[in-house]
């Protein structure tokens, strides 16, 4: 099982990643699934799936649930009550919109992301980002 401290100390030395859609490599550029998988070459080495070619506006334009599929695929899905510090946790960023979003939960309610026009940061894990919470993950 891998260790919740091990997997911060991974997602914070992102920290300061500048946001690259489609990117994962850490310093240079990466997205919010770019630090996830990042994180994941660094515990595990290849990546057990690479992602397809997505736009920015992906999601909507589909409709479908990919990020969420591709998590369940790869990861053991929790409930959200059980999230701690080291897991995955996925968002819906528009209402009944599909998850589009990713983040690792870090401790006393932060979590590390990047998203766009930013750099990978930890922040709060606010009233705003909690309603907008769908599912988390374990790592294998």
Same mark, same amino acid.
């Given at each position: 099982? #891998?260790?919740?401290?091990?997997? =911060? @100390?991974? *997602? $914070?030395?992102? +920290?300061?990643?500048?946001?690259?859609?489609?990117?994962?490599?850490?310093?240079?550029?990466?997205?919010?699934?770019?630090?996830?998988?990042?994180?994941?070459?660094?515990?595990?080495?290849?990546?057990?799936?690479?992602?397809?070619?997505?736009?920015?506006?992906?999601?909507?334009? #589909?409709?479908?649930?990919?990020? =969420? @599929?591709? *998590? $369940?695929?790869? +990861?053991?899905?929790?409930?959200?009550?059980?999230?701690?510090?080291?897991?995955?946790?996925?968002?819906?960023?528009?209402?009944?919109?599909?998850?589009?979003?990713?983040?690792?939960?870090?401790?006393?309610?932060?979590?590390?992301?990047?998203?766009?026009?930013?750099?990978?940061?930890?922040?709060?894990?606010?009233?705003?980002?909690?309603?907008?919470?769908?599912?988390?993950?374990?790592?294998?």
């Amino acid at each position: 099982m #891998t260790n919740s401290d091990q997997i =911060l @100390a991974i *997602a $914070r030395s992102w +920290l300061g990643t500048p946001y690259h859609h489609q990117a994962s490599v850490r310093g240079v550029g990466c997205d919010c699934l770019g630090l996830v998988r990042g994180i994941w070459r660094e515990l595990y080495g290849s990546e057990p799936e690479l992602p397809p070619i997505y736009t920015p506006d992906w999601a909507e334009a #589909t409709g479908e649930e990919t990020l =969420l @599929a591709a *998590a $369940r695929r790869n +990861l053991t899905e929790i409930a959200l009550e059980d999230r701690g510090a080291g897991d995955v946790i996925l968002f819906r960023m528009i209402e009944r919109g599909p998850a589009k979003h990713a983040g690792i939960l870090s401790e006393d309610g932060r979590f590390i992301h990047a998203y766009s026009a930013r750099a990978v940061t930890e922040n709060a894990l606010s009233s705003w980002w909690e309603r907008k919470m769908v599912a988390a993950f374990r790592w294998p």
